[in-house]
């Protein structure tokens, strides 16, 4: 719920801290930046949550691992090849994605209504 009404908040406080003449244009570009913020937060939450950096990461370690001898014979005189895998717990970016969407259609839709 938070989630679905913090751009029209935002939109309010732009409103107030940016005062113009038309409220109404002041407040519709508060929700117009407010919406592209949360398709922003959507889109980084998509491209970390799709791992798209990991092989890179993932390569990088092996390759300073490498080149620490005295941890690769520790490895292997262990017997632990593989690192561990760790699970973490990220937000989906679905809802801050459909929440964009839908509030930059509705700036879009009242900016083409205020200019006719």
Request: hydrophobic share 50%; net charge positive; glycine share 6%.
């Amino acid at each position: 719920m938070l989630l679905a009404l913090s751009p029209v908040i935002a939109s309010l406080f732009y409103s107030l801290v940016f005062p113009s003449d038309p409220y109404y244009l002041t407040w519709l570009d508060g929700l117009t930046y407010a919406s592209l913020l949360m398709l922003m937060i959507g889109a980084i939450l998509l491209v970390r949550n799709g791992r798209f950096f990991y092989g890179f990461i993932d390569s990088c370690k092996r390759f300073l691992r490498s080149l620490r001898k005295k941890e690769s014979f520790i490895r292997e005189q262990e017997g632990h090849r593989a690192d561990a895998v760790y699970q973490q717990k990220t937000w989906s970016p679905t809802p801050f994605l459909l929440v964009g969407f839908f509030y930059f259609l509705l700036s879009l839709a009242l900016s083409i209504l205020s200019i006719s």
